[in-house]
């Protein structure tokens, strides 16, 4: 099985050798890894040449955008310039963050679980992060949800998905359009991967209105926003995100910004979103 993993990279010295490290060591090798030098200016570009010059499976792709970490569309736009270099010969394509370090077993793993389900369109293991010298479960974990830190899709989901959306909420969207085309979803909570910097850690202010702009986005509605906005900013304690989420909704609806799905889409969506939250309720 031919895997592809395309990595977006912003000032990742730190991490990025780790990384690639992990995947050079991979007991099913990937058949090529490209790593997206997005605009940094520190040594990753140095970092990745060297496993470029040793590695004929890594190759890197420099790019110029802007310095602001904004979640989504920078990461995506990276993401997209590393897929125009690669051919079609892929079984998967991974889009994984620069600071991981996999299992040696994780490609082999999620080959195994690709093979056995047809309909299985996409996969990954759970992000663990340290605390206090001890690896722990990152809190966004959930069973039903595949991280955005570590996306593995099956070609044909992709191509059925229409790819990954540059905005935010692309790495919820994708699944709801995974099921959308009647795709399944696995997490493997054997697979566990260290992620080095926490989610959301380098997010600048000016990414606070994302979230709600991409509820707006992906057709919750109003009701379905305020339960879902009420439950993140509760799992972050934090009832600043309430407010910036819920004014990022009607700010998305004031700017009628794009929808990132079709109306028929966002029928499902809703109807899903709310199966989910009464079916906890039981």
Known sequence: MNFYIIIPAH???DAIAQTLESLVNQSLPAKQIVVVND??????????????????????????????HLPGSKIINAFYKGLETLDQNYDVICKFDADLIFPKHYL????FHFKQ??????AAGFCYIEKNNDWVLENLTRKDHIRGALKAYRKQCFLDIGKLKPSMGWDTVD???????????????????????????????ASKYLQGEAMYKMRYGFIITLISALKLAYKKKSF???????????RGKRKKLDQLVTEEQGQFI???????????LK
Not at 240 to 250: H, S
């Open 11 to 13: 000032n990742e010295e």
């Open 108 to 111: 082999e793993q999620l080959a």
């Open 240 to 250: 600043t995100l309430f407010k910036n989420y819920m004014a990022g909704y009607f």
């Open 270 to 280: 809703r109807k899903l979103r709310w199966h989910g939250m009464l079916s906890k």
């Open 117 to 122: 389900n047809e309909r299985l369109g996409m």
């Open 175 to 205: 699944e709801l359009l995974a099921k959308y085309n009647n795709w399944e979803l696995l997490t493997d909570e054997s697979l566990h991967v260290k992620h080095l910097k926490p989610t959301g850690v380098s997010y600048n202010k």
């Open 39 to 68: 605009n940094s200016n520190d040594d990753t570009q140095h970092i990745i040449e060297k496993y470029t010059q040793n590695h004929s499976n890594i190759s890197i792709v420099n790019t110029v955008s802007s310095n602001e």
